[in-house]
């Protein structure tokens, strides 16, 4: 039943761009130097207001204000700013509503006004996601009411037309004679207003849904490479009917210095987890190297951005059959050399180690020190006695020590301090998350230098060819690829914005990702650090309640 309900989550419509089920965007930074936190909730329909919670222990300060930016308008169709509310009983607590207009690449920009303040900006993908429904029993109300209102209407022109024009001694039949034709006339006129009227909205209606946000599907098949089995990942683009230019596959850009990042987690048991990087061989055609993962059906979650800073996720499933053992990832070096995978024990039962071959990870709770491979121990710091709740936004910090219990240094994994993927143990929660938030850092920088360099419209003539744009982006790859890790790490660092660390802690011996739970439940957090030039995988299992 697991099973079932893991693929009817993946391949149903319910997939909400850069997330899956998960629709709120999370921030952690500073606007200035002013540390905070904020929670967007999206609407489901555009036009819509979405919810902005904004979280802050800083003093002095005098307000907060926050309005939408949107990639193609510009700062010059920006409307001006709504204040953020306190929210009553909690201090630091601000929350308001901002309408979003235009569906595409949109940010919140928080504006912090006070000693220290600053400005803080927030990727949001404007999409409408869903098309509402009336109610049955408002709908027959509303049925009723204007079955009677055109009764009204015809008969009100009835009788104007056969007593308002005829002398009071006319005979009866002739008021009658007069009276029913007025009747005619308006129910023809009226019957053709409003078969008009539907037609109308019926055309609209059906423009909306035509044009309603829906995930691109793909392929992933197995084929045969030069270095053995590889996963090959074909996307669909046919079902792309709106945000053509946003949404075009040729302008994908590298985030994190990958133009693509693609995990596997094992349907079901969510015991095995790759976290792969796969090149481009054509515009909607990628490939990696397979890892000798076990058999079994695995969901695929492809994350993107592109050009314009609007970043989605794109499922799959796949039936891998491989037949060699299992190995751990020292054994495997082919493909990227950020490729990860390990094994860990299966969710919400007993630690069940693979048939053979590779170390099993025993997945760690709040507050209890997780052994690692390295012989390092990460610590997530959540007081156990302390319910998760839905909704709720945290912070999830993870303290790292050496094996003799001492703080150990966190190296930077593509540019962060960490990687963190959740999953809901039903399939229907999926979120890449950063320290940052769980938005795209490509995104918020593609954002950020747009509004730097233009203020006004984007021109869709005046942006490059798609061919010429990509074969430019794959040369930046292949010159970014060539260069040391350290190299690499300085790029990738200076274009990331980085939370203040917790001054409770030794510098770089802890990172955090903001996060809220979107529903009560089992889920499993798999965490991806780098120590002493390798990388440290982890994974920790969550309860969640309403």
Partial sequence: MRKFLLLLAILCPSILLAHIGSPGVTFEGNAGSIPLMVLIIPPQVIPGTATVDIYTDADKIQSIFAKPVYWAIGMQGTPQADQMMPVPGEPGHYRGNIWLMDPGT???????????GGKAMVPVM?????QRKMDASLGWTLVGLAVLLVG???????????????????????????????????????GLLLYGGKSWWDDWAGHYQRYMYRPFKATTTIVPGTEGRELQFVVDTTRLRTLAVTRNMSYIIPDHGKLMHMFL?????????????????DS???TT???????????????????SGFSETIPDTIDIDNKATPVSLASDQRGDSDDTYFFTNAVSRPATPLDSGPEVLICGKPGVRLPLSDGSMLTWEHDPSTKLQANTLYSLKFNLQDDQGKPAT???????????????????VYIHLHPVGSYSMASQNTLKDRFEKQAGRIEVKNLPRTAAFRDS????????????????????????????????????????FPYAFPSAGHYRIWIQMKRNGKIVNSAFDADVVE
């Fill in 284 to 286: 909607v055609t990628f």
């Fill in 265 to 281: 987690v094992r349907a079901g048991s969510l015991d095995v987890f790759a976290h792969l990087h796969p090149t481009r061989k």
């Fill in 473 to 512: 982006i794959d040369q930046v790859i292949a010159k970014f690829n060539s260069m040391s890790q350290a190299e690499r790490d300085t790029i990738l660092m200076a274009a990331m914005q980085h939370p203040t660390l917790d001054p409770s802690h030794p510098q770089h011996s802890m990172v955090s």
């Fill in 152 to 190: 009204l209407m015809i008969t009100i022109i009835g009788a104007s037309v056969s007593d308002s024009v005829l002398a009071s001694t006319a005979d009866a039949a002739a008021v009658r004679k007069k009276r029913w034709r007025g009747i005619i006339a308006s129910a023809i006129f009226l």
């Fill in 289 to 307: 190297p397979l890892p000798p993962l076990p058999q079994g059906r695995y969901l695929v979650f492809a994350d993107v951005t592109r050009l």
């Fill in 410 to 428: 966190i190296e930077p994994y593509m540019g962060m301090p960490g990687h963190a993927v959740i999953m809901k143990d039903d399939g229907t």
């Fill in 126 to 130: 404007a999409v409408s996601t869903v």
């Fill in 106 to 116: 949109s940010a919140i920009e928080v504006d912090v006004q006070g000693t220290g």
